[in-house]
């Protein structure tokens, strides 16, 4: 099996393995990307729309899930679930009033997350990326990510991590609906229409579309579908 490198600069991730039937976007055209992912669009684009949830710079995987919660496996469904309502309990309450998950619940009223810079700095642990897809989250929309957290995303397929050169997170408050259109690269507030451009998820999209890179290597022929 050839191996899959995301380089971490910027837009310019790419999973070089990825054939080119699997690019999802033409020049001059906008296709319709039909997915199965553990983002469940059920077949749709890869355009998401919903309520945000507003952080700033430097969220680390001790705030995205704290250790404590890493004794649940997230391979047993019902741990999957819990793990998902401890989505960014560390986050300090004084800066952070408002629960990404509320108290007795399993699942976020908000599917987009809204970051700064290092989004997901911190430790290697896989458990952050799917924290945050067990919790209900399909998109992220950051200036930048840390390296790893990035990675993860892309190899688990719970989430897909979207860089703008623009500090969103000064622009948008947690509570509003915003739309992520992953197919034209632009971000719209519902309430006023206003626009952000995006960057392109690249080569990375077509891989957490498949639900992950294991999913993806198994349907692009890498690997048998049995492994």
Do not use: W
């Not at 108290?103 to 009223?109: I, L």
């Not at 190899?155 to 034209?184: A, F, H, N, Q």
């Amino acid at each position: 099996m050839n191996s899959t490198v995301l380089k971490s600069s910027g837009a310019s991730r790419v999973a070089h393995a990825t054939p080119r039937r699997h690019q999802h976007m033409s020049r001059g055209r906008t296709s319709v990307c039909h997915v199965s992912a553990k983002v469940d669009l059920q077949g749709g684009p890869r355009v998401i729309r919903g309520k945000c949830f507003v952080t700033k710079d430097n969220i680390d995987t001790d705030q995205i899930i704290p250790a404590e919660y890493l004794t649940l496996v997230p391979s047993k469904p019902d741990e999957y679930e819990k793990l998902g309502s401890y989505a960014l309990i560390g986050l300090p309450d004084d800066l952070y009033p408002i629960r990404y998950v509320d108290v007795d619940s399993m699942k976020t009223e908000y599917p987009v997350i809204i970051g700064g810079n290092n989004f997901g700095c911190g430790s290697s642990r896989e458990h952050a990326p799917v924290a945050l897809g067990a919790s209900g989250a399909k998109v992220c929309v950051s200036q930048s990510y840390a390296r790893i957290f990035f990675r993860n995303c892309v190899s688990t397929g719970e989430l897909y991590p979207v860089e703008t050169d623009v500090r969103l997170c000064d622009e948008i408050s947690t509570g509003e609906e915003v739309e992520v259109d992953m197919e034209k690269d632009v971000l719209t507030v519902v309430s006023t229409g206003k626009q952000y451009d995006l960057k392109p998820l690249g080569d990375a999209g077509p891989v957490i579309d498949a639900g992950g890179i294991f999913n993806y290597a198994r349907e692009t022929g890498m690997i048998s579908q049995s492994a």
